[in-house]
């Protein structure tokens, strides 16, 4: 357990990359998520912002019970439940992103914020919740699932229909759709497009979902946009590593992917069956690689459960599901040869893509959500009470030792 001085000493405000893997002891100081699922985290200044599916929340020793829609926020140093900030969010919530001047991005499935209209995508201002006037996305026709927000853009994926189908860059003060992003993901693998996970770095957008093209050009289910000039256009950049199938129950199987702290590569994580290759694995692929049949750099695969989120810190990739076991990819909801034990989260080596030592457990459940890697350490959202081999419900914190 981390003592919440050393906790604010190294506090910082912004993510950045980890030079060794995180404690793989849980911080005492971090509250409790009392019901539902935690599906995405964000640290604005030393305010953890946190959403999902719940209508509870407590303080870390649950001698105090607070009502909370969807979302809440506590300060990351001393864990306090903050009681400004309670807004009541008419669905679920699954994407966040910082904003400036003290304020917070929502994506979700909601339809209005506190009794007032706000479909899908809303900014709030992290002092008493309330929407920042000015804001109007006009998101319509679906969700919004993940946010990224770069400068004066914010980028934004779901399944909704306009202001574009599925992906779009907005201004982030306004709202207002960029007219130089027009890229548009097509020939869906279920019923209509959607972005399941994005990720953008330098002058590069990763997005990847249930589409098999982007702008008419072939990228089955993951894709790569090169958004440095002013009128975003699809990288050179391919890979068919997800055009084969998984299980039919998983038509498209990509979740989960994150960038490296130098942009240099990337990691996707997906579910999909115990059918071999990709399917329930962790990937990486190398950003600047160009061709029309990009192979990931290593493979690491669980055997058959499903992984959904992923952190790179340079230090480790962490990788978070369901799973049983990591260094399986002959396992077929079974132990293979040289399997390795990381019950729900586990952490792999950037180069090798082999496990890490670091095995800290936690409870399966339906598995993690949402990972938050910043200078304090890696912050963890999911749907079940035990982390660490300690109660943590639905959130938590692993520190850098």
């Not at 919440?4 to 000493?9: G, I, M, N, Q, S």
């Not at 979302?71 to 990351?76: E, K, Q, R």
């Not at 090798?352 to 910043?374: C, D, M, Q």
Request: proline share 6%; glycine share 14%; with cysteine.
């Amino acid at each position: 357990m981390l003592a919440r001085a050393a906790l604010a000493a190294i506090i910082a405000s912004a993510p950045v990359p980890h030079a060794r893997v995180v404690s793989a002891d849980p911080i005492d100081s971090t509250p409790h998520v009392l019901d539902g699922i935690v599906n995405a985290i964000v640290v604005v200044g030393r305010t953890v912002v946190v959403g999902g599916s719940f209508s509870e929340v407590s303080d870390a020793s649950r001698t105090t019970i607070h009502p909370r829609d969807n979302l809440f926020a506590y300060d990351l140093v001393t864990g306090r439940v903050l009681p400004g900030f309670a807004p009541s969010m008419a669905g679920p919530v699954y994407g966040l992103a910082a904003g400036d001047r003290g304020t917070v991005y929502v994506g979700g499935e909601f339809h209005g914020v506190d009794n007032r209209r706000a479909r899908g995508l809303a900014r709030l201002d992290l002092a008493d919740g309330a929407l920042v006037p000015g804001f109007q996305p006009r998101i319509g026709g679906g969700m919004v699932t993940a946010l990224a927000r770069q400068g004066r853009h914010l980028y934004v994926g779901g399944d909704f229909t306009s202001p574009r189908t599925a992906l779009a860059r907005l201004d982030a003060d306004t709202g207002t759709p960029d007219a130089g992003f027009d890229i548009e993901p097509g020939a869906p693998l279920t019923s209509r497009a959607k972005v399941y996970a994005l990720a953008v770095s330098g002058h590069r957008l990763a997005v990847d979902g249930t589409f098999t093209t982007l702008d008419g050009h072939s990228r089955p289910q993951l894709g790569l946009i090169d958004i440095g000039a002013a009128a975003a256009r699809v990288a050179p950049w391919r890979t068919d590593a997800y055009a084969r199938k998984c299980s039919s129950a998983f038509p498209s199987y990509v979740r989960g992917l994150d960038f490296s702290p130098d942009g240099r590569y990337f990691v996707v994580v997906t579910t999909g069956g115990a059918k071999g290759g990709i399917c329930d694995t962790a990937a990486r692929f190398e950003t600047y690689a160009k061709g029309s049949a990009i192979r990931p750099t290593w493979v690491n695969s669980t055997g058959g459960d499903s992984l959904y989120s992923v952190a790179v810190t340079g230090a480790a990739v962490y990788v978070g599901g369901h799973q049983r076991w990591l260094d399986n990819p002959e396992g077929r909801d079974s132990a293979g040869p040289g399997a390795v034990s990381r019950p729900g989260i586990g952490a792999i080596h950037p180069s090798t893509g082999k496990a890490l030592s670091w095995n800290p457990t936690r409870e399966r459940g339906i598995g993690v959500k949402a990972f938050y890697a910043h200078a304090s350490g890696l912050l963890v959202g999911s749907d079940t009470t035990r982390l660490g081999r300690e109660y943590h419900a639905r959130i938590g914190m692993f520190p850098l030792p």
